[in-house]
Structures are given as C-alpha cells and as structure tokens.
C-alpha cells in the first residue's frame, strides 16, 4: 500500500510569483487536507476537499485555492507570494473525515 | 476562540524516566482530541483518537486520557527512539473539517 506522497520535495520562489503543490493520497482514500506548518509551530488548517468538492476552509485568503482530481490527488496553488508564506505545506488523507490522517513528508517552501 | 495549548514546550528525559504531556484546549462541544508524533522533517504520524471525557487508549509506551478540558499524553520506561514533536489537535465544533493544532512538545530521551 502507498502512503501520501508530495512533490516537489523542496521549492525556492520569489516574492509575487505562483506556485502549485501536488499530493498523491493513500490509495482507497477520497479526502485531502493542506496545512502551513511555520517552523516551530503546529499545522495550521488551510482546506480540505472531499470527492472533488472543497469542504471546509481555514482563515487563508483566497489566493490559496485548491483542486482535486478524480483519483483523488490534489493541488495546492498560491498566487501572488509573499515572505510569509514560506513553511512546510502538509497534505494529508483519510477514508472519510478527519479521525484519522495519514500525512504526507511535506514540501519545504521558501519565499526570497 | 478555539485554542489549544500544550506544556511543557519541550521535555529533556533520562531513558526509563516516565513523564507526562499536556494539552489543554478550549473549545465547546469537542467531537474529538487527536495527538500525532512528528519526527523532524517529516509529516505528522498518527497515533489516537479521543472522543469523550474518560476515554483511554494505549499504544505501546503510550497512553492517551482525556478531561473535559484537558488531554495528557503518559510517556512510560521512554526510550531514545521515542524522542520527537508531539502535537495535540482538536476537531473544530464549527467546522468537522477543520483541525487546530498545538504548538507541539518537542521530547529529547538521553541514552
């Protein structure tokens, strides 16, 4: 069985520019979680998507914006970037719900 | 607001030195507490799920309880192997898709 895998592994960007995430979730899984993780700090909830549609948003302005694909992989796009918005970008899947997640190893994202 | 707090913020421990971890959350009408173990660079790894207030679940040296208020995580004989970031998550009453996480305690267990 394959676990969560995301691509890149790391990413360098410049202020202004978009950049788009990608997560393979858990085979038999149909729902995607994205999360910012600042360094030191736990994940922050970004959205989740359930079979295609978006199901529930943290307080991310609408310049984070997602997809998921009928095999249930997902992106995660960013458009205008900002300094901040450098962290670690975590995807995770389950079967249904969040009762239990399997997280993927993350994307290192640095914004210059 | 939602809050989860964790303590302490990190935990130096002698092998075989049991100890316990708190988080602390204030959120109405919990539907369910969630702690997960996070090794550095990596994602975080599942381990319980708690839904009411004296509910208990063991995994190995683990052991997870649960208060109205407050969730601890017993650490028990630790070994080196078990250091690493412990985050605590609460499942949102606004929200069943949202998750708020702690700011984690991060354990160091010396040989």
């Known amino acids: 069985e394959t676990g969560v895998t995301q691509s890149p592994t790391h990413l360098i960007k410049t202020r202004g520019q978009q950049v788009t995430l990608r997560c393979s979730s858990q085979s038999g899984h149909n729902t995607v979680s994205w999360y910012q993780q600042a360094l030191g700090q736990g994940p922050q909830f970004i959205f989740q998507y359930y079979r295609e549609e978006e199901n529930g948003r943290g307080n991310f302005p609408p310049r984070f914006s997602g997809l998921q694909f009928p095999n249930y992989s997902s992106e995660l796009n960013v458009n205008a970037l900002e300094l901040d918005d450098s962290a670690l970008y975590l995807c995770a899947s389950s079967p249904g719900g969040v009762d239990e997640q399997y997280f993927g190893p993350g994307t290192r994202l640095t914004v210059t | 607001e939602d809050q989860v707090t964790q303590s302490p913020e990190a935990l130096r421990l002698q092998e075989g030195e049991s100890s316990s971890l708190n988080c602390s959350y204030t959120?109405?009408?919990?539907?369910?507490l969630f702690w997960y173990r996070q090794d550095p660079g990596k994602g975080p790894e599942f381990l319980f799920t708690?839904?009411?207030a004296g509910e208990e679940k063991e995994k190995e040296r683990l052991k997870a309880t649960l208060t109205k208020k407050e969730s601890f995580l017993h650490i028990t004989a630790p070994k080196p192997e078990d250091s690493a970031t412990y985050l605590c998550a609460v499942q949102a009453p606004s929200s069943a898709s949202k998750i708020i996480f702690g700011s984690g305690t991060r354990l160091s267990i010396r040989p």
């Open positions: 708690l839904y009411s």
């Open positions: 959120v109405s009408g919990l539907r369910g």
